[in-house]
C-alpha cells in the first residue's frame, strides 16, 4: 500500500543537544571535518544509514541514544566547542571585511593590497547549486561551481547572496540495464526533510512570489533558505497547493521538459529571483545588492524585472533606455558554454506570449524586451531569443571561465560587436576554481597541516597565498607515497561496493559476483575519467584500438587500472550510446578486473574518486571544454593531470605535473576519424611510455618508493594548489568584476543614468556621418617605406565628427605587427588629442605621437570611438569608424 499522506516528524532534542540542531542546518558541515565528526559520533551506523547527512540523522536517532548524548560530557564538550567555532565563523573578521577596511593582512598575500569601496551585497543567480550531496540540486559542473563560489564566498567573507531553484525531483538517479544501457530514475525530495527552512513573513506565513502568465495564470513560487556558512541560498519551489496543475510541475526537475516548461524556470529564476531576494532583504534586514551576477544565461531575466523596478519606482519618470543603463552597470554575466548549441533559445512568439499586457512585466513594453534577445545580427536567425545574448545586453561586464574560454567567447559572440576585431569583444576571463575544503581529502589535509599547523593550513586552502602551500615541498617522500596508497586502497574499496550493488541492480545474484573482490589493485596506477557524456568530452576515445587498451591494463609488470563515471543527458540516446560501449568493453571477463563504469556519478562519489586516482584524465575535443574543474579537484590531492590543453591545462599546464595530449592540427583536425586516432594514439603512448614507466621506477635507493613520480606530486600541490582554489577565483570577481559593477551602480543614480541614455540615443543617431577623412604621418628617422627603432611618427588626422563634439569621440591609433595580409597583431592603441577647432561642415584634426618601439613589420591605423566617463570600455556601443582606405571587403573589421 502507499500513503496518501506524508509528513515530516521531526525528533525532540534534549535542551543540551540543542545546538546540533544549528549545527545540522548551516552547511558548513559539508566541509568542516570537525563538525562531521561531531554527527559520526552521535550514532556512526546512523551516520553511514543517513549517507552522511546530519538531518536525516537526527531524524533517525533514537531517544535513548539522544539521552545518552545528553548525559556525555566528553560529546557535550565537542558539541560546545563546535558550536563556538560555528559562530566564531559566521561572525568573526575575514579577507572581505578586512580589504574593506582598508587593511592589508595574511589573507592579503595573494590578493594586491588594500581593499577600496566593495559592494553591501552580491546576488548570485545560477539554475543549480552543487552543495552538498545531502542537497540534490545540481547536475554537473555549472552547479558544482556555483556551490564552490558560494562556500569560497562564505569562507572570505563576501557578502553574498545566492539564488537559485528548488528541484523536487532534483537531477535524475542513474543505473544500468542488463545491457549496459542508462536508466533514470526521478526520487522524490522532501524539503522538509532537507536542510532547508522557509522563508517566513512577520506572521509566520511562508512567503510567496508571484508572476503573471498568459490568459489570467499566476505562478506562485515559495521560497526556500538554505544557509550556506555566511551565505544565505533562496531556492524557488513552484509545488505549492496555490498553483494550478501545470503551474506546480514548473520546479519539477532539473534541465527537464519542453521550450515553455524551460522557459517558465528561468522567468522564475530571474523575475522571481529577484522578488526572492528584495523579501528577504526586508524580511532580515541584509543589505541589498549592489551587484548581480548571472551565472549562465538561464537567470538572464532578473535585468527585465530591475529595469520593471526602476521603472515603477520612478512613476513613469525613468524611461527604459535609462533603467536599462542603471542595471547593467551592476550586472555580472558569466558564460560557461563554449559552443552556440549549448545555450537557450526560444522561439520569439513564445517570448512574446510571456511578456506584455497579457503577461510578466507589464510596465515594459514586449518590443524591448524582444530587442534584448532576439538574435538581430549578422548569422543569427532573428526570430529565435537567445538567453546568452540577453545576458551579455544586460550586462556591463562579461566573462569566460578561463582565459582559453574567453577567447572562445570573443569570438563566439563577436558579431554584437560589428566593427572590433574578435580580442576587442569585452567579454574578459576569471579561470574557475574549486573549494579544497571540500575536495581534498582529509588525510591529505592532515599531511599539510602536520608541518604547518591546522590553522594556517585551513587559511590555505580557503584563501590561498603561495607562501603556506610552499612547506608541502618538505614533506618527506614516504609520508607522500603512504598518503597516496592508503586513498587509492580507499578508493578500490569504494569501487568494490559500487560496482556489486550496480550489478545486483542489473539483475545479476549475489553467487555471480565473486569476481568483485579482486577488482582493482591499491598498488596499481590508477587512471580516472569522471564528467558529463556530451559526444565532445569523448568518454570513449580510450577505446579507440581496444587490443592496445587491453595490453596497458594486462601489461604484466607495469599494468593499469581505469574507473570511469558519468551520466548522459536523459534526451541524449548518442551519450547513452557511448556509456553502453564503455560498458559492455569493462564487462569483459578479460578486463573488468582492471577497468569499471560506475553509475550515478555524484559528489559523493566524487569525494572517494578524485584523491583515489593517480591521473585525471581529460580527452574533450579542443576548445569545447570550458574550464574543466574535475582535474582541478584532483589536483589538489596530489593527482597528476593527464589532459588534452583545453580549459585550465592550457592556462596553468606544465611537465613539471602533468602531461599534455597532442592534438591534431590542420586537415587531420578536418577528418574527424584521423583526429580520433591521432589523439588516441598518443594518449596510448603517454601513458605506456612515459606515465608507466615513471610510476613503476622505484629508484634505486632501497626505499622502493616511485622519486620522480613523487616530485610530480610535490610540483602540483606546491604550483598548481594556489591557483585552482575557489577562494581565488572569487577573490578576482571581487576585484575585477565586482567592485567596478559596484562603483558603476553608485555613479547612475536616475539623473545620471537618464544623461547616460539620452547621451548614447544622440551618438547612435548622429554616427553615420562620423568619419576619418585623411592621416598623415611625419618622421624624421623614416626613409621610403622604413623607420628606425625608436623614432616617433607624428600623426595628424582629419575627422569629421557633424554634429558631434571632441569630448564625445576618442580618436586612436592603433599600432602593431602586420602580417602578409596586412592584419595588426599585438595591437596598442594611443589616443590623440584635438588640435584647433572645427570648420564649418563639422571637421577636426586630431594629433599625437606614436613611437616605433618595435623591430619587423609594423603598422597602424586609426579610428574613431563612442567616450563618455560612464561608458565601462570603448567598444559599449559597438560603433567605430575607420578611414575609407579600410573599408571595402574589410568594411567593420578593425585592424586591417
Avoid at 54 to 68: D, F, K, N, T
Avoid at 255 to 275: A, F, K, P, T
Avoid at 674 to 698: G, H, K, V, W
Amino acid at each position: 500500500m502507499k500513503a496518501i499522506r506524508r509528513f515530516t516528524v521531526r525528533p525532540v532534542l534534549p535542551e543540551p543537544l540543542g545546538p546540533l540542531n544549528d549545527l545540522a542546518r548551516n552547511l558548513r558541515w559539508s566541509w568542516h571535518t570537525p563538525t562531521r565528526e561531531l554527527f559520526e559520533a552521535v550514532d556512526p551506523e546512523g551516520w553511514r544509514a543517513a549517507g552522511h547527512d546530519p538531518v536525516r540523522l537526527l531524524g533517525a536517532v533514537s531517544a535513548g541514544r539522544l539521552a545518552e548524548l545528553a548525559a556525555d560530557r566528553d560529546f557535550l564538550a565537542g558539541l560546545d566547542a563546535a558550536a563556538a567555532d560555528l559562530d566564531a565563523y559566521l561572525n568573526g573578521e575575514r579577507w572581505y571585511q578586512r580589504r574593506d577596511a582598508g587593511l592589508t593582512g595574511p589573507a592579503d598575500e595573494a590578493a594586491g593590497g588594500p581593499g577600496g569601496e566593495l559592494p553591501a551585497a552580491v546576488a548570485y543567480f545560477s539554475p543549480e547549486f552543487g552543495i552538498t550531496a545531502a542537497l540534490p540540486q545540481y547536475s554537473g559542473g555549472l552547479g558544482i561551481l556555483a556551490g564552490d563560489h558560494l562556500k569560497a564566498a562564505s569562507d572570505l567573507g563576501a557578502p553574498l547572496i545566492g539564488v537559485g531553484l528548488l528541484y523536487r525531483h532534483g537531477y535524475f538517479r542513474q543505473s544500468l540495464s542488463r545491457d549496459g544501457w542508462q536508466q533514470e530514475t526521478y526520487p522524490v525530495l522532501d524539503p522538509h526533510e532537507l536542510p532547508l527552512t522557509w522563508l517566513r513573513a512577520p506572521d509566520g506565513t511562508p512567503v510567496l512570489v508571484e508572476l503573471a502568465l498568459p490568459a489570467g495564470r499566476v505562478l506562485r513560487a515559495r521560497v526556500w533558505q538554505a544557509q550556506v556558512g555566511r551565505v544565505p541560498l533562496l531556492l524557488l519551489d513552484s509545488d505549492v497547493e496555490e498553483n494550478g496543475p501545470t503551474e506546480r510541475e514548473v520546479t519539477d526537475r532539473l534541465y527537464g521538459g519542453g521550450s515553455e516548461h524551460r522557459l517558465l524556470q528561468e522567468m522564475l529564476l530571474g523575475i522571481g529571483g529577484v522578488r526572492a531576494v528584495r523579501a528577504y532583504c526586508r524580511l532580515t534586514g541584509h543589505p541589498e545588492p549592489e551587484v548581480f551576477h548571472t551565472n549562465e544565461g538561464h537567470a538572464g531575466f532578473l535585468g527585465l524585472e530591475r529595469i520593471r523596478e526602476l521603472i515603477a519606482a520612478d512613476a513613469g519618470g525613468t524611461g527604459f533606455e535609462a533603467a536599462l543603463e542603471a542595471v547593467r552597470a551592476g550586472t555580472v554575466f558569466t558564460t560557461h558554454t563554449p559552443v552556440p548549441a549549448g545555450i537557450d533559445r526560444f522561439d520569439r512568439g513564445l517570448v512574446e506570449r510571456h511578456f506584455g499586457e497579457d503577461g510578466e512585466l507589464p510596465g515594459v513594453d514586449v518590443e524591448r524586451v524582444l530587442g534584448l534577445g532576439l538574435e538581430t545580427y549578422q548569422g543569427g536567425d532573428p526570430h529565435l531569443f537567445n538567453m546568452a545574448v540577453m545576458g551579455l545586453r544586460l550586462a556591463g561586464r562579461a566573462n569566460g571561465v578561463s582565459t582559453l574560454h574567453g577567447a572562445v567567447s570573443r569570438e563566439m559572440f563577436a558579431a554584437l560587436w560589428p566593427g572590433f576585431d574578435a580580442d576587442e569583444v569585452p567579454i574578459t576571463s576569471v579561470t574557475n576554481g574549486v573549494h579544497a575544503p571540500t575536495w581534498v581529502a582529509p588525510e591529505v589535509a592532515a599531511l599539510g597541516a602536520g608541518k604547518i599547523g591546522a590553522e594556517r593550513a585551513e587559511q590555505a586552502l580557503s584563501v590561498g597565498g603561495s607562501g603556506r602551500w610552499d612547506a608541502v615541498g618538505e614533506i618527506p617522500d614516504e609520508d607522500v607515497w603512504r598518503v597516496r596508497r592508503a586513498l587509492r586502497g580507499q578508493l578500490v574499496e569504494e569501487v568494490r561496493g559500487r560496482l556489486r550493488a550496480s550489478w545486483r541492480q542489473r539483475g545479476a545474484a549475489a553467487a555471480e559476483l565473486g569476481w568483485i573482490d579482486s577488482v582493482l589493485d591499491p598498488d596499481v596506477l590508477t587512471i580516472g575519467f569522471a564528467r558529463r557524456v556530451p559526444s565532445y568530452k569523448r568518454l570513449t576515445l580510450m577505446l579507440r584500438d581496444r587490443e592496445r587498451l587491453t595490453r596497458l591494463l594486462l601489461d604484466p609488470e607495469r599494468p593499469v587500472q581505469i574507473v570511469v563515471a558519468g551520466k548522459a543527458h536523459p534526451a541524449d540516446d548518442g551519450g547513452k550510446r557511448l556509456i553502453q560501449e564503455l560498458v559492455h568493453f569493462a564487462d569483459d571477463p578479460r578486463v573488468r578486473e582492471r577497468i569499471v563504469f560506475l553509475p550515478d556519478y555524484g559528489m559523493g562519489m566524487a569525494q572517494k574518486l578524485y584523491p583515489g586516482c593517480d591521473v585525471w584524465l581529460n580527452n574533450p575535443l579542443r576548445p569545447l571544454e570550458a574550464c574543466g574543474t574535475s582535474g582541478m579537484k584532483a589536483a589538489l590531492n596530489g593527482c597528476l593531470n593527464l589532459s588534452v590543453l583545453d580549459g585550465w591545462w592550457d592556462e596553468w599546464y606544465e611537465p613539471d605535473f602533468g602531461w599534455a595530449i597532442p592534438t591534431a592540427d590542420g586537415s587531420a583536425a578536418a577528418d574527424e576519424n584521423r583526429r580520433d586516432e591521432l589523439e588516441a594514439n598518443a594518449l596510448y603512448e603517454l601513458i605506456e611510455n612515459r606515465i608507466a614507466p615513471r610510476f613503476y621506477d622505484r629508484g634505486g635507493d632501497g626505499a622502493g618508493l616511485p622519486g620522480r613520480w613523487i616530485e610530480m606530486v610535490r610540483r602540483t600541490l606546491v604550483t598548481l594548489g594556489p591557483k585552482v582554489l575557489a577562494g581565488r577565483m572569487v577573490r578576482e570577481y571581487v576585484e575585477r568584476l565586482y567592485v567596478p559593477a559596484a562603483l558603476a551602480h553608485r555613479r547612475l543614480d536616475p539623473e545620471a543614468a537618464a544623461e547616460l541614455a539620452a547621451w548614447k540615443y544622440r551618438v547612435r543617431t548622429l554616427w553615420p556621418y562620423v568619419s576619418v577623412d585623411h592621416v598623415e604621418a611625419a618622421s624624421a628617422g623614416a626613409a621610403g617605406g622604413s623607420a628606425e627603432l625608436g623614432a616617433t611618427l607624428s600623426l595628424r588626422v582629419g575627422v569629421g565628427l557633424g554634429e558631434l563634439r571632441p569630448e564625445d569621440v576618442e580618436v586612436q591609433a592603433v599600432a602593431g605587427r602586420v602580417g602578409s595580409d596586412d592584419a595588426l597583431a599585438d595591437a596598442q592603441a594611443f589616443p590623440l588629442k584635438p588640435a584647433g577647432g572645427a570648420d564649418g561642415e563639422g571637421r577636426w584634426v586630431f594629433e599625437g605621437p606614436l613611437a616605433l618601439d618595435r623591430t619587423g613589420p609594423f603598422g597602424y591605423t586609426v579610428r574613431v570611438l563612442p567616450a563618455h566617463p560612464l561608458l565601462a570600455n570603448g567598444a559599449d556601443l559597438g560603433l567605430v569608424a575607420l578611414p575609407a582606405e579600410a573599408a571595402g571587403e574589410h568594411a567593420g573589421v578593425l585592424l586591417r
